[in-house]
């Protein structure tokens, strides 16, 4: 047998193990508990957010609609009003999540790496229906260097907390919530974790110079958000980024036309007659950054800073589309002279949910980067497959042709050194409970 | 005073009899409503119901949401006037595999359920 057919062995043996352990496990994480509802309530193939999910996400984590009545001939329950009164969930609301990933990286002296493995508590809930929270603890992870290309590597990779709000909702009887704490500002349409692929979003994790910043990251942050109407959801927010005194602003505006409202409602449907709107939804989104960053070792200046972006996301029955681009532009990305640097990011995405009899969905993503130091053209197909709901295998290959920028010509068109191709064929299971 | 109170258990027997206006057969993943409690003119919608709305969870949800008036995990009212929202919320979902017709049967029989619940 060849080293080849052993990693791969080797590789499905993993898998097959994971999927045995899976099989075996009956818990689901902390909102199916408090909820009594199942994974597909809230999710696609999880993590990935269905619309109602979201819906569940901007109301503070609370039951969209009216406060849960009880059953006409149901018994009181003593347990349950003192947790009531106390303002606390009636379950400990904490979960796992896992994840397993193994990289074949041609480039690598280490070709087939299957270190990559991460271990994250997920705590969230709601305090009556007064106040949500929402916890994210990478309690262990281990993985490449984010150098080394393998895009396998979640870019928070440190044992370490990466999400802690409270969302104060419906502050003072207003309709707007209040959320403080470390989290991902409302930004993109998406929060990272909202993909079914093993690398994350181009436009969500790409950085320029030296600037630690990237509009995936959690902030420390306060934040101001609601809905306006059921279809329209504004956030505005500030942030105090860690040994930088200046604040940093944020804004963003989405609003949906068809689907699932934001108040967790259906759309109207005529039972009698066929309408587009039956099943087709689009939300459109857009979102502006303003920050600055210091660095005093390596180098004097400031870097003044800001990202604009767009995004789209499309469904229609079992199709999705995803758009989603950035522009940015930094003024001293390296803290050592003024050297503006100018980015842009664009990332579009189809997926196709094949369904039952298996939960299975195709996708393929494009990505164009440009992070004003060299650009990368990304193609990303995947397959993802849940065969049971907590439980997510994604087979994803990644295609990236990269080449540095030389710096502008007369043209003013971009001069770019001849590029490296990168070629990454990923394994990833990862599984909740 | 025995008599008053024998009275009293009895209404109270007859209003939860009738409160359970619907006879359903199983418990818990397997409750389902006793087919033959079913009229020949729903006959075919339960048959939809049977086959289509079992498909991502039992029928132990509908059943539950009949008898109490209250949808089981929103905890939201389950009434005449709820029926067909729940009907379209299962329809679009991607996997459903139902089609229009499908729901609109299963949220007549839905009605005529609570209507038989209510008496």
Request: charged share 20%.
């Amino acid at each position: 047998m060849s080293y080849r057919s052993r990693c791969a062995v080797a590789a499905l043996t993993v898998l097959g193990l994971v999927l045995a352990y899976a099989g075996q496990a009956l818990a689901i994480p902390a909102f199916a508990r408090q909820n009594k509802a199942e994974c597909s309530t809230c999710h696609t193939i999880y993590p990935t957010l269905n619309e109602f999910g979201e819906a569940f996400m901007k109301n503070s984590y609370v039951w969209p609609g009216k406060p849960k009545a009880a059953a006409a001939n149901s018994s009181p329950d003593a347990r349950k009003e003192a947790m009531l009164l106390a303002g606390i969930p009636e379950m400990i609301p904490v979960s796992f999540r896992a994840s397993l990933d193994a990289a074949y990286d041609p480039s690598q002296e280490n070709k087939f790496d299957l270190s990559t493995r991460a271990l994250q508590l997920q705590a969230g809930g709601a305090f009556r229906r007064l106040a949500g929270f929402f916890v994210t603890y990478n309690a262990y992870t281990e993985g490449p260097p984010k150098s080394s290309s393998t895009g396998v590597t979640p870019s928070n990779n440190n044992p370490d907390l990466q999400e802690l709000f409270v969302q104060w909702r419906h502050a003072f009887g207003t309709p707007i919530n209040l959320k403080a704490g470390r989290f991902e500002p409302d930004l993109t349409l998406w929060k990272t974790s909202n993909r079914l692929t093993i690398a994350d979003l181009a436009t969500q994790e790409y950085r320029v110079g030296d600037s630690p910043f990237a509009v995936g990251d959690p902030q420390d942050a306060l934040e101001l958000n609601g809905t306006i109407g059921p279809r329209v959801f504004a956030a505005a927010g500030i942030v105090n980024r860690k040994e930088q005194n200046t604040k940093e602003g944020y804004g963003h505006l989405e609003c949906r036309i068809g689907g699932t409202d934001y108040l967790g409602n259906e759309p109207e449907v005529d039972l009698d007659s066929d309408s587009i709107w039956d099943y087709l939804s689009l939300t459109v989104g857009g979102y502006g950054y303003f920050g600055r960053n210091a660095d005093a070792e390596l180098g004097p200046y400031n870097d003044d800073y800001y990202r604009a972006g767009i995004d789209a996301d499309l469904l229609y029955k079992r199709f999705r589309l995803r758009f989603s681009g950035v522009k940015g532009r930094d003024n001293a990305p390296n803290y050592t002279a003024r050297n503006v640097a100018n980015s842009l990011v664009m990332v579009g995405e189809a997926q196709y949910l094949f369904g039952s009899p298996v939960n299975l969905i195709g996708l393929f993503r494009y990505e164009y980067v440009d992070d004003a130091s060299g650009i990368s053209r990304n193609y990303i197909p995947s397959l993802v497959f849940a065969p049971i709901q907590n439980v997510k295998l994604t087979l994803e290959y990644q295609y990236k042709a990269e080449s540095e920028h030389l710096g502008r010509t007369d043209s003013n068109d971009i001069a770019l050194l001849p590029g490296t191709i990168n070629r990454i064929g990923l394994i990833g299971a990862s599984f909740s409970f | 005073m025995k008599t008053l109170i024998t009275a009293l258990l009895l209404v109270g027997i007859c209003a939860t009899t009738s409160f359970a206006g619907i006879r359903t057969l199983g418990r818990g993943a397997t409750l389902t409503f006793d087919p033959a409690g079913i009229p020949p003119a729903y006959k075919k919608n339960f048959e939809i119901m049977r086959v289509r709305c079992v498909k991502c969870h039992t029928l132990e949800r509908a059943v539950v949401a009949i008898q109490t008036g209250v949808a089981p995990i929103s905890g939201q009212p389950f009434d005449r006037g709820a029926t067909r929202a729940y009907g379209i919320k299962m329809l679009r979902k991607p996997d459903s595999n139902m089609s229009k017709q499908e729901v609109k049967s299963v949220v007549e029989l839905m009605n005529y359920l609570l209507d038989q619940a209510a008496r």
